[in-house]
């Protein structure tokens, strides 16, 4: 097994370093850092660790039959003693825990020494949980990973060469596609003031053509194509450190706005970073395997919230309080009837489970007032 990085452990932060006691050379600096937020859901970390080892080992073989020196990245630092004259660049692996229940912890440290482990006591959610291992990072890139993706042949030299060739790009993004071979379109506008009311909405269901979602998912540009984007979902997203630094506010953890808990935060992300000037780039060429979901399907009733309430944040913070208002009380209003719906399937006996359970969920919803903090 491959070891790549050594890190110190000075954050205040509950750590158990995984590469502790290794003999690791740090002489080297660091390329690329990998971060991944995970929570209790082994099986997909497991397979995505895997595939970035595959991905390592991949280069280095490649380097070995060919003479390119672009060839030679992500050489894992282990290997880099045995020739120190030897051009290279090492990336590390950091995965944050977001106090996990499943075998995460017991078993990551002993199947993948090389990784950086960091545990939380509390689930951070995905931005304090991606600020936590930016804090730890040395990479002058940081790939934002979910923990279920698989990288496939050579995209991570792909994203990782577009962005260092490019001094304006700040950000790019890989082309996610969904573990049944279906393509996830991963790109995006920015949001208008009426796409809240149309994204995500029985209103978009009703009529999915509408041009406030078909302006937000880019439907006017072609998918295989490389070209610039307001932001990229953050599953899969590498970024320059300096264009991250950029927009770190006084007195933040971290890039991410943690108001966010999950969900909207890489849109904010992207708009910040573009408004300092950067660029957002969709690279086509490199796949990404993406399982959505996961993590978010063992707390139903949570994802709905998180997800309508940092959508409501994201309008107030862009828009104005009074737009977000207008915002919320639509996703209340849908949610109300929604529950009409599911009490009158369940009436007639249609899968009273099922209907139960949701009803359970949407009350939830609504009880939640979607309120927004910070």
């Not at 692996?93 to 996990?100: F, H, L, Q, T, Y």
């Not at 002058?140 to 790009?169: C, K």
Request: proline residues 5%; aromatic residues 12%; contains cysteine.
């Amino acid at each position: 097994m491959r070891r790549l990085f050594a890190p110190n452990t000075s954050d205040s932060a509950t750590i158990r370093d995984s590469s502790m006691g290794h003999d690791v050379s740090t002489a080297h600096p660091v390329a690329l850092s990998i971060i991944i937020v995970n929570w209790n859901v082994w099986d997909l970390l497991r397979a995505c660790l895997r595939s970035i080892e595959e991905a390592t080992l991949e280069l280095e073989g490649r380097r070995k039959k060919q003479t390119e020196p672009h060839l030679r990245i992500l050489k894992p630092a282990s290997a880099m003693s045995q020739n120190a004259a030897e051009p290279s660049t090492t990336v590390e692996i950091i995965v944050v825990d977001n106090a996990s229940t499943d075998s995460s912890v017991d078993l990551l440290p002993s199947l993948f020494p090389w990784v950086r482990l960091i545990q939380s006591e509390t689930n951070l959610g995905f931005t304090a949980g991606n600020n936590l291992g930016y804090r730890h990072a040395r990479g002058g890139a940081i790939y934002f990973l979910n923990p279920d993706t698989e990288l496939i042949g050579t995209s991570l030299w792909t994203l990782y060469s577009a962005l260092r060739a490019d001094p304006t790009i700040g950000i790019v993004g890989p082309r996610l596609q969904y573990g049944d071979g279906e393509r996830q379109n991963n790109r995006r506008r920015f949001p208008t003031r009426w796409s809240g009311f149309w994204e995500s909405t029985w209103l978009g269901q009703l009529w999915p053509a509408n041009p406030w979602s078909a302006r937000f998912h880019m439907r006017d540009w072609p998918h295989q194509i490389r070209h610039d984007v307001d932001w990229l979902v953050g599953a899969a997203m590498m970024a320059k450190r300096e264009a991250l630094e950029a927009i770190m506010e006084p007195n933040s953890t971290g890039p991410f706005d943690e108001r966010f808990f999950m969900y909207s935060e890489e849109m904010d992300l992207c708009r910040r970073v573009k408004v300092a000037g950067w660029r957002n780039v969709f690279i086509p060429h490199a796949l990404v395997i993406h399982y959505e979901g996961r993590s978010s399907e063992q707390a139903v009733a949570r994802r709905h919230i998180h997800f309508n309430t940092s959508k409501v944040f994201y309008y107030r913070k862009y828009f104005g309080a009074t737009w977000a208002n207008w915002i919320r009380t639509y996703l209340l209003l849908e949610y109300r009837c929604q529950i009409g719906v599911e009490q009158l399937k369940y009436w007639v006996g249609h899968k009273p489970e099922l209907r139960r359970n949701r009803i359970d969920v949407y009350q939830q919803v609504l009880d939640s007032h979607l309120e927004v903090k910070g």
